[in-house]
């Protein structure tokens, strides 16, 4: 076992491991970003019927408050808005303990999950194109880590998804950043 801060996870894992997301999720607190649309709202929604308490994330808060009602009927015993950017990590930083001071349970389970950046070729896009991405994929994913495992560790329980773009495991045409 190695062994990362307090917790311990296996170097190897040597039986198949079980992704299934467990049939009962009450007492639990998720936290999805990108919730307002897409992969992250269908994400908050199945994590809600399954019982769990939802913090959604997004920029939109119109989008986000028309949500909440949602996550309620789905089977959220609690649904809240965060309205955050991850291009302004000391705002998302800000907005994350705020949210750890005014809640009961601290988040178990994390989605890390946010837009992709435009299409096109890898040797047409900008620098800027490229720091965007890796701040939205790699810096707020360590910061939210770094800000949420302390409370998943103290708990005994945490899970991190962190939704990304299959290109990172094979270049796909015309999505050069990702």
Do not use: W
Request: net charge positive.
């Amino acid at each position: 076992m190695a062994v990362l801060g307090r917790l311990r996870y296996p170097r190897r894992m040597t039986q198949p491991q079980s992704h299934a997301v467990p049939p009962d999720l009450r007492g639990r607190h998720a936290l999805v970003c990108g919730a307002s649309a897409g992969i992250g709202r269908a994400t908050a929604l199945a994590l809600a019927a399954k019982g769990a308490q939802i913090t959604a994330l997004a920029r939109r808060a119109d989008r986000l408050d028309a949500l909440l009602p949602e996550l309620r009927a789905a089977g959220a015993p609690a649904a809240r808005a965060l309205v955050a950017d991850f291009d302004d990590r000391p705002g998302l930083e800000a907005s994350i303990r705020q949210l750890q001071s005014s809640v009961e349970r601290p988040v178990h389970i994390l989605i890390h999950n946010t837009g992709g950046p435009p299409g096109g070729p890898l040797l047409d896009a900008s620098l800027d194109a490229l720091s965007t991405a890796f701040g939205r994929h790699v810096l707020t994913a360590h910061l939210l880590a770094k800000l949420l495992v302390p409370g998943m560790a103290a708990e005994g329980y945490g899970r991190i998804v962190n939704v990304i773009s299959t290109s990172v495991y094979e270049p796909i045409p015309n999505l050069g950043v990702s």
